[in-house]
């Protein structure tokens, strides 16, 4: 119990760095939206560049890139049937497992072999993704507005 008790106290600590609600959401949004981005391993550098650049929250998008890794792989293959059907071809036969195997052994080799059910990913990605993470950002924007307030007036 002592060491749920803990953790948590490590994570809420990463809310009062002094970001405001806006940029705390933004950062939240952006580390979902950039997780689920269907190509592996390139999640990290984007988020620290992101971060870097707009003074987002790493340590909190980078967690949450960590947690949000299993919903990816949940969701590649229907990112790449989504694409698939826009564009009118038959569904691809592939498995979560193959293209991950073929990541694994040659990343440039996986990218140019499987480019079209990628691009089918990221299509089906913007199309679901995107959207939604804009309703995210601003419910999350009013919530934070509470949650911010709130612990900076216990203070």
């Not at 691809?92 to 195997?101: G, Q, V």
């Not at 299509?123 to 911010?148: H, N």
Request: net charge positive; aromatic share 16%.
């Amino acid at each position: 119990m002592n060491f749920i008790k803990k953790t948590w106290n490590k994570f809420k600590e990463l809310f009062k760095q002094g970001l405001t609600p806006k940029q705390l959401s933004l950062s939240i949004t952006v580390a979902i939206v950039v997780s689920l981005f269907p190509i592996f391993g390139i999640s990290t550098i984007v988020l620290t560049a992101l971060a870097v650049r707009y003074k987002l929250n790493l340590p909190i998008m980078i967690a949450l890139s960590y947690v949000v890794e299993p919903i990816k792989a949940l969701l590649f293959i229907p990112f790449i049937n989504i694409g698939e059907t826009l564009f009118g071809t038959a569904h691809t036969l592939l498995t979560f497992e193959a293209i991950k195997a073929s990541y694994d052994l040659n990343f440039w080799n996986t990218l140019s072999s499987l480019s079209y059910e990628l691009l089918c990913g990221f299509v089906g990605w913007g199309l679901t993704i995107l959207p939604a993470s804009i309703f995210f950002y601003f419910l999350l924007k009013e919530m934070l507005k509470y949650f911010v307030k709130d612990s900076k007036s216990t203070k």
